[in-house]
Structures are given as structure tokens and as C-alpha cells.
């Protein structure tokens, strides 16, 4: 602000007035989107295609778009989402396949920012450290590092499409021996490009999604590659393409082929999921009798492939054509169901006794959660225990002011629930400039919400790191909810000022000290 310039509150504005900014300049924009993903990308979209006249920039802390399917590079990587709902619902996919390579998905992420003029919009290498909200001028103040260099941005409104994981590296449990292992040690995050692991004998710990996609492509030139696995996954297979899909394609436009697709898709994973959560013990007999069925006869299925909890508490993995048993099949790849006891020179040496031999060790032992891709968020200089706060409706938090967060389901596409998300959000900026309001902030009255975890998994990754994410409750607009459905209606009949806090700031000339009237909507 000038001298002599401050900031009163509760004087309402003409509708469709914000305090102006001059957002040419790249310090200041109305809204900052942190990530380059698949999320970032979708919410730049939205915000084109929704509320073209507000300014916005992206912020990556990578040289490229992407996010996670430019980071990870190991071999094999591919959605386990089918890619008719994993990718955007305004922008076709081109293919037939159900499940996509991850060089296709980086590509067609890349595609999309160019041919919107994303890209004009998004600053490369520019990794945030802080955002600090400031309540008299009701903008927030947004450190990075843009090539190692702080540089500081201002914003109206804050998007955080950060994921939930840690990029930095992912989770290696502490492994006895690792220094007397003579082997090389690789980690799926952090997979060297040089790894040359033809005619080597592979070990992959694990029996995730990673892992059951490592194995059969490591396979076609490993001289041996063996899944280690603590206890089994509920594995499905999946076909890379079906008449179905062929036949849409072939008969109906692009746009209109992709949105029946789209919804196919989108019923078939719902009606699944809720079939696995309402009849278990059915699904559980489902599961091992397809499983069964591509596996050798006399495989002993229920150690390797059944596993003790139902199914839908952990994701639910998916393979390609049954490329992984085909891999059993062959002789390939092995299964071993054990624990470590500790890494020697030449392998893994097991709890049981047994030895596996190993030239390369791989870790596929899952994430790191991370909230909002560690930026530290505070208010007027007071630190955001992010833990201890409320999501509001999937993608706010209570009591933080202009801020969303792009979180996606974890028992269907990631997308489907991004783009509501980024959908949800144009509307409310929308409501609040119409109404010359500078800031939204969910505010539960101090209604007391029974809490539960904000990802409702219980996988390892996530169990271990609850505490670095923010909590759910159990009934809105305080619940993180796996239903596309529900949430497809939610959105439709969404009432904005529901639990919500709004009010403005408005720069005024004055003579003396500078003031503030608190006062909201």
C-alpha cells in the first residue's frame, strides 16, 4: 500500500469490484495454483474456461508440467486408473487403451498446457517455501525459490494442487545390513535413468501398485525378478481395451465418445467399489477365483494372493491383460510371502530361514505424505497446524482464508475428483468478486465434528503418516467422501455460503495511522 493508505473492513463494494491490483505484473495475481500436475493443469483450465478476467499463475518447482508422471520414470509406470476418468474431461484422450503408459499421460499433460496457453501462465523451477496470510489487506504473501533465488509473489487466493505425497524421496523402511549389501538399492521415486538391470537378479519389496507394475516389465530382461511382499493385495485384471470402447470411438465424435467413456467407466469403478464394501466376503471369493484362474495349477493362492483384510481397505491393485500372472506363468517372476530379517552381501535373508540372491534391490515400499508439498502456511505470521484442521467440502480448511486444496479419491480416478474441485473453486471466486467479497474462510461456529482419517486407507504409506494431513469429519461439509456420485449431485446443488465466513477489505486514503475495522458479512 502508499503511505497514508490502509485498510477498512466491512465497507462493501460495488458488485464486481475487487481493491485493484496491478496484475500485469508478475508479483501479484488473483490467484496463485502451486503445481504443474494433472491437478494444476485442470484447475488453470477452469479458471480460463470459468473466470477469464482474474490473473492467475502457476507455480512448479519442476523444469517441466507434469508432477507425478514426470517424476517417476521406472519401468513400466502406467495408470491404475482407467484413462478415460483419469484424464480430463474437456480435453479427449486419443486411444483406445483403458490403462496408459506414463511417457502418454506426461505427453498428453504437456499437449494440454500448450494448446490452452497454460504454459504463458506457469513459472518452471519455482518451488515454494511459505504463504502467509495477511488480514488487513486480506492478500497472501508467497515465498519460493525460482532457481535457487527467493522471490516473493502476492495473491488473492491460494491453490494448493500439491498432491499429498512428499516429491523429495519416498518411504524406505530401515532395512538390517543395507551397508553390507554389495548389490545396488533403488527407491521407484528416485529410479537412475543408467540402471542397466538386464540378465540381474531383481528383488522388489512390495505388493503395491508400484511393485505389481515393476515386476512384469523388469521380467522381459532380468535374469530373475521375485515380489517380496509381507502379506498379499487384491490384485484385478484388467483389459487394455474392450468392443466397448472400440465401438464408441468408432461411432460417436471424439468429445461425445470420451464423455460416454467417461461416465461407463466412472459407474462401473462406483458400482464395484460398493459392491466389494457391501458384500465382502462375495467380493473376497470373486477375487480368488479370477485370480486363481491365471495362475499355474497348484499355485498356492491363498499365501501369495488372498489376502487377511477385505477388500477396498487397501487400494485395490490392477494389471494390464494379467500381465503379472502371465509373468508367474512363464516362470519369469516369483512370488515370496515373508519378512526380512536382513539384508547380507549377496540378498535378502528371511524370518523363515530362506535366502533370496539379488544383484538389485528395489523398494517399492510406498509414499511419504505430505500436506500441500510442505509449504508452511500461517496467518498474520502464525504457523497453520494443518493436522488439526477440518477439510471443508473436499478441498478447503477451516478457519484459512482463500485457500483450496486439490485432494482425489482414492477408490476411483484421481481427475474425477480434481476437476470438481477446480470447478468448485472458479464458482467461489466468482461469488466473491460479484460481491466485492476478498475472502471466503469455512467456519464450523464451533460445532463440535467427530473426526476420522482424510484418507480412509489402511495401507501402510498412509498409516504411517496421518499426522501430516489434515482431518475429516464424519457428515458435511466437514467429510472427505469417496463417492463420485454423491459428490457429482453435492456440486450440482452446492450452496456457497454454506459454513461460510465471508468478508472484504477496502483500500482507503486516510489521514493518520492506519486502522482496521473488523467487521464480516
Request: proline residues 6%.
Amino acid at each position: 500500500m502508499e503511505p497514508g493508505e490502509t485498510v477498512r473492513r466491512g465497507v462493501k463494494k460495488s458488485p464486481g469490484q475487487w481493491p485493484e491490483f496491478d496484475s500485469s505484473t508478475d508479483d501479484f495475481k488473483n490467484v496463485l495454483i502451486i503445481g504443474a500436475g494433472i491437478s494444476g493443469v485442470g484447475a488453470a483450465y477452469r479458471l480460463q474456461e470459468m473466470a477469464p478476467d482474474l490473473s492467475y499463475a502457476i507455480l512448479e518447482g519442476r523444469e517441466r508440467p507434469g508432477g507425478t508422471w514426470d517424476l517417476f520414470r521406472y519401468p513400466g509406470i502406467r495408470s491404475d486408473s482407467d484413462i478415460f476418468t483419469f484424464s480430463f474431461p474437456h480435453t479427449p484422450w486419443q486411444g483406445d487403451t483403458l490403462l496408459a503408459h506414463g511417457e502418454d499421460i506426461r505427453q498428453y499433460i504437456v499437449d494440454t498446457v500448450e494448446s490452452n496457453g497454460i504454459d504463458e501462465h506457469t513459472h518452471f523451477s519455482t518451488s515454494v517455501t511459505s504463504a502467509n496470510w495477511d488480514s488487513s489487506t486480506d492478500l497472501w504473501t508467497v515465498e519460493t525459490l525460482s532457481n535457487g533465488v527467493p522471490r516473493t509473489y502476492r495473491s488473492r487466493f491460494v491453490f494448493l494442487c500439491t498432491g499429498y505425497y512428499d516429491y523429495s524421496g519416498g518411504y524406505t523402511p530401515d532395512l538390517p545390513g543395507m551397508d553390507e549389501f554389495t548389490g545396488q538399492v533403488v527407491h521407484p521415486q528416485q529410479w537412475p535413468e543408467d540402471l542397466d538391470h538386464s540378465g540381474k537378479k531383481v528383488v522388489v519389496i512390495g505388493s503395491g501398485a508400484t511393485a505389481i507394475t515393476l515386476v512384469p516389465s523388469l521380467a522381459a530382461e532380468a535374469a530373475s525378478v521375485t515380489m517380496l511382499q509381507r502379506s498379499p493385495t487384491y490384485i484385478a485384471s484388467l483389459p487394455m481395451t474392450d468392443p466397448f470402447t472400440t465401438l464408441t470411438q468408432r461411432v460417436l465424435p471424439d468429445s461425445v465418445a470420451h464423455r460416454a467413456l467417461r461416465w461407463r467407466n466412472a459407474l462401473l469403478m462406483v458400482g464395484s467399489y460398493q459392491l466389494c464394501r457391501r458384500a465382502p466376503k462375495t467380493a473376497r471369493r470373486v477375487f480368488r477365483t479370477m485370480t486363481k484362474a491365471q495362475l499355474p495349477r497348484g499355485y498356492d493362492v491363498d499365501k501369495h494372493f488372498n489376502p487377511t483384510y477385505d477388500p477396498w481397505d487397501q487400494r485395490l491393485c490392477v494389471v494390464p491383460d494379467g500381465d503379472l500372472f502371465k509373468a508367474i506363468r512363464s516362470g519369469r517372476a516369483t512370488v515370496v510371502t515373508d519378512r526380512i530379517d536382513r539384508l547380507t552381501a549377496d540378498g535378502i535373508l528371511l524370518e523363515s530361514g530362506d535366502e533370496i540372491a539379488a544383484d538389485i534391490i528395489v523398494t517399492a515400499t510406498g509414499l511419504k505424505l505430505q500436506a500441500f508439498g510442505g509449504i508452511e502456511l500461517s496467518l498474520d505470521g502464525q504457523r497453520v497446524e494443518v493436522h488439526d484442521k477440518f477439510v471443508y467440502k473436499g478441498h478447503m480448511l477451516e478457519d484459512v482464508p482463500n485457500v483450496a486444496w486439490s485432494i482425489g479419491y482414492t477408490n476411483a480416478s484421481w481427475t474425477l475428483k480434481a476437476d470438481m474441485t477446480a470447478q468448485a473453486v472458479a464458482k467461489l471466486l466468482l461469488h466473491m468478486r460479484s460481491h466485492g467479497y476478498t475472502h471466503a474462510i469455512p467456519d464450523r461456529g464451533g460445532k463440535p465434528v467427530q473426526s476420522r482419517p482424510v484418507v480412509d486407507l489402511a495401507s501402510g504409506y498412509v498409516t504411517r503418516s496421518l499426522g501430516e494431513l489434515p482431518k475429516s469429519g464424519t457428515e458435511r461439509p466437514w467429510s472427505v467422501r469417496q463417492n463420485y456420485i454423491l459428490d457429482r449431485i453435492d456440486a450440482r446443488f452446492d450452496d456457497l455460503t454454506e459454513s461460510m465466513t465471508f468478508g472484504w477489505t477496502v483500500p482507503t486514503k486516510v489521514a493518520g495511522p492506519e486502522r482496521a475495522d473488523i467487521r464480516t458479512a
